[in-house]
């Protein structure tokens, strides 16, 4: 067997391997592999081959090691010189997520991934991974670490991996986020679930992926993981501009209906009022129920002023409600301030079919009317209406009036938008509002 990197043979159609003497390269298969720690062991065909040992001795700064390998597509065997420099420094990259790494100035080269660092009789010191050639500092994965992991690897499993070669991305200035798929493993989750090459993973279990540039959220959801435990994903396929939800080991990708791409056009490039706070660049989000524990959504974190109190009409209260925003008075009093009023009432569905309901909500001294459109989800099954321009501030007003199947109780969700920001935030809304028991 042969231990390198998983950005190495990660999704490759077929593994070739040149042993030194041989004319004609072996064939070689992966027997598992490691995202977040980019390892990967490898079976070739064959048996009996020379092979380094791992050095024993303390790996100490000022110890001097030699880069190995064949990079740059060099078929002449290439050694560097170099001496460790750090012991233990910042493993967090947009590739992988190690606690720490051996970092040295003996030279690598693209082709050097997956290679060994050695001392000077030949012991493995630790894998060779990345470098930064323009500051002179190179890293590699310590032998510690490449012990524990690859032990694991070489019994055919694979670990802290769902079956692909990514690298996270972080674009502020398009608030995009997450990890870039190069390429997908056969019969892996990732696969299975419908992830393709191309993909950008923005989510998974909820979390947006990626904010600081580095795979350190991404690996840290995949350590609280057992394998086979389902988890959701969200998919941006890049080419075709889908937004795609499913889970992996569990429901493949499906494309997500998606509010913000449809109402893109109708929120004008400004900025929200946050309570006086800087506009995020991208929200993070919570779980917030009413004050009964009946109704739950999710909103940003940022939307930190929240109310779960009755809904009331006249002083008389008809339902369960809970209203979250910057601030609820600007929310209630201005068109500036984003915020979600979600409520549930079975007085109401007694009397109004969700078409009356929102009739009884009308904005049009206020805001543009849009038109209605039906509205139908996993659970509910109703109609929105959507205003704009409201208070000649080029905000957005989406309401929404619905029932579930059993058609015991009518829920109405307004969502006041006014950044691109909040478009995020209303597909979340959206997503998530639900009734855990009828009121």
Same mark, same amino acid.
């Given at each position: 067997?042969?231990?390198?990197?998983?950005?190495? %043979?990660?999704?490759?159609?077929?593994?070739?391997?040149? !042993?030194?003497?041989?004319? +004609?390269?072996?064939?070689?298969?992966?027997?598992?592999?490691?995202?977040?720690?980019?390892?990967?062991?490898?079976?070739?065909?064959?048996?009996?081959?020379?092979?380094?040992?791992?050095?024993?001795?303390?790996?100490?700064?000022?110890?001097? !090691?030699?880069?190995?390998?064949?990079?740059?597509?060099?078929?002449? *065997?290439?050694?560097? $010189?170099? /001496? /460790?420099?750090?012991?233990?420094?910042?493993?967090?990259?947009?590739?992988?997520?190690?606690? *720490?790494?051996?970092?040295?100035?003996?030279?690598?080269?693209?082709?050097?991934?997956?290679?060994?660092?050695?001392?000077?009789?030949?012991?493995? %010191?630790?894998?060779?991974?990345?470098?930064?050639?323009?500051?002179?500092?190179?890293?590699?994965?310590? $032998?510690? +670490?490449?012990?524990?992991?690859?032990?694991?690897?070489?019994?055919?499993?694979?670990?802290?991996?769902?079956?692909?070669?990514?690298?996270?991305?972080?674009?502020?200035?398009?608030?995009? *986020?997450?990890?870039?798929?190069?390429? %997908?493993?056969?019969?892996?989750?990732?696969?299975?679930?419908?992830?393709?090459?191309?993909?950008?993973?923005?989510?998974?279990?909820?979390?947006?992926?990626?904010?600081?540039?580095?795979?350190?959220? *991404?690996?840290?959801?995949?350590?609280?993981?057992?394998?086979?435990?389902?988890?959701?994903?969200?998919?941006? $396929?890049?080419?075709?501009?889908?937004?795609?939800?499913?889970?992996?080991?569990?429901?493949?990708?499906?494309?997500?209906?998606?509010? @913000?791409?449809?109402?893109?056009?109708?929120?004008?490039?400004?900025?929200?009022?946050?309570?006086?706070?800087?506009?995020?660049?991208?929200?993070?989000?919570?779980?917030?129920?009413?004050?009964?524990?009946?109704?739950? !959504?999710?909103?940003?974190?940022?939307?930190?002023?929240?109310?779960?109190?009755?809904?009331?009409?006249?002083?008389? @209260?008809?339902?369960? #409600?809970?209203?979250?925003?910057?601030?609820?008075?600007?929310?209630?009093?201005?068109?500036?301030?984003?915020? !979600?009023?979600?409520?549930?009432?079975?007085?109401?569905?007694?009397?109004?079919?969700?078409?009356?309901?929102?009739?009884?909500?009308?904005?049009?001294?206020?805001?543009?009317?849009?038109?209605?459109?039906?509205? #139908?989800?996993?659970?509910?099954?109703?109609?929105?209406?959507?205003? #704009?321009?409201?208070?000649?501030?080029? #905000?957005?007003?989406?309401?929404?009036? @619905?029932?579930?199947?059993?058609?015991?109780?009518?829920?109405?969700?307004?969502?006041?938008?006014?950044?691109?920001?909040?478009?995020?935030?209303?597909?979340?809304?959206?997503?998530?509002?639900?009734?855990?028991?009828?009121?």
């Amino acid at each position: 067997i042969a231990i390198t990197n998983n950005h190495v %043979v990660a999704g490759a159609a077929l593994l070739k391997v040149w !042993v030194g003497g041989e004319s +004609e390269p072996r064939n070689a298969k992966i027997l598992g592999v490691s995202e977040c720690s980019d390892l990967a062991v490898i079976d070739i065909e064959g048996d009996g081959y020379p092979y380094l040992t791992w050095y024993d001795g303390p790996l100490s700064v000022g110890l001097d !090691v030699y880069a190995a390998g064949f990079p740059l597509g060099d078929p002449e *065997y290439t050694l560097t $010189r170099g /001496i /460790i420099s750090k012991e233990q420094a910042d493993g967090e990259t947009g590739w992988a997520s190690v606690d *720490y790494v051996i970092q040295h100035d003996a030279t690598i080269n693209p082709g050097n991934s997956g290679g060994p660092l050695v001392t000077a009789d030949g012991q493995v %010191v630790a894998v060779n991974y990345a470098g930064a050639s323009g500051v002179d500092q190179y890293f590699s994965i310590a $032998r510690d +670490e490449a012990i524990a992991i690859t032990d694991n690897l070489r019994q055919g499993q694979d670990f802290e991996s769902i079956g692909v070669n990514g690298r996270a991305i972080a674009d502020p200035e398009n608030n995009l *986020y997450g990890i870039w798929v190069s390429s %997908v493993e056969s019969g892996t989750p990732a696969d299975k679930a419908g992830v393709q090459p191309g993909d950008i993973i923005t989510q998974l279990e909820g979390l947006v992926l990626s904010t600081d540039g580095t795979m350190s959220d *991404y690996c840290d959801i995949l350590r609280t993981k057992n394998e086979g435990d389902a988890m959701d994903i969200e998919v941006l $396929r890049f080419d075709t501009q889908e937004v795609l939800a499913g889970q992996l080991n569990g429901e493949p990708l499906a494309q997500r209906y998606s509010f @913000a791409q449809e109402l893109q056009d109708e929120v004008a490039e400004q900025p929200a009022d946050t309570g006086g706070g800087a506009v995020p660049q991208n929200y993070t989000y919570r779980t917030v129920t009413d004050d009964s524990g009946l109704l739950v !959504v999710d909103v940003p974190e940022q939307w930190g002023d929240v109310d779960g109190s009755a809904w009331t009409v006249d002083g008389d @209260a008809i339902g369960v #409600s809970i209203k979250a925003a910057p601030n609820i008075n600007d929310f209630d009093n201005t068109w500036t301030t984003p915020g !979600v009023f979600f409520a549930a009432s079975a007085s109401i569905a007694e009397r109004m079919s969700v078409n009356d309901v929102l009739d009884a909500f009308d904005f049009s001294a206020d805001c543009q009317y849009e038109g209605r459109t039906d509205y #139908s989800d996993e659970v509910f099954t109703g109609v929105y209406d959507l205003w #704009s321009n409201c208070g000649g501030q080029n #905000s957005t007003l989406l309401t929404l009036a @619905a029932m579930p199947q059993t058609q015991d109780y009518t829920v109405l969700v307004i969502t006041q938008i006014v950044s691109d920001a909040d478009l995020e935030a209303l597909d979340h809304i959206l997503n998530s509002f639900n009734v855990v028991a009828g009121e």
